[in-house]
């Protein structure tokens, strides 16, 4: 059974700091690709962050600096560390995964930036 379960989101200043954590099943998190995206009210899901199993990163423009994005494998959890935060930060962030043809989603954890 895959799971994915976010943890760490919260209500923070601009400016301020926040670590994500993403608990995942070693049948999704072994020797794949662990991603942040997040969704902001009306707005489409967005890639902000993606590690490797070998811990090559990719990051959105713009986060680019600011967030980082580290993964444990064995302890079979991705974190996403996010500094300087922006009000426009604000948004609901999941981890995902693929396998096969389906991506897996976990249930999200509200961020939010007060200006």
């Known amino acids: 059974q895959v799971q994915l379960v976010e943890s760490g989101g919260g209500l923070v200043q601009a400016g301020g700091s926040l670590r994500l954590s993403c608990a995942a099943s070693a049948s999704i998190f072994s020797n794949n690709v662990m991603a942040w995206y997040r969704q902001a009210p009306g707005k489409q899901r967005d890639l902000v962050a993606a590690?490797?199993?070998?811990?090559?990163?990719t990051y959105a423009d713009s986060v680019k600096g600011r967030f980082t994005v580290a993964r444990d494998n064995v302890k079979n959890t991705v974190y996403l560390q996010m500094n300087s935060l922006k009000p426009e930060d604000t948004a609901v962030y999941y981890c995902?995964?693929?396998?096969?043809?389906?991506?897996?989603w976990g249930q999200g954890t509200q961020v939010t930036v007060s200006s």
């Open positions: 590690i490797a199993s070998g811990g090559t990163t």
């Open positions: 995902s995964a693929a396998k096969g043809l389906r991506r897996y």
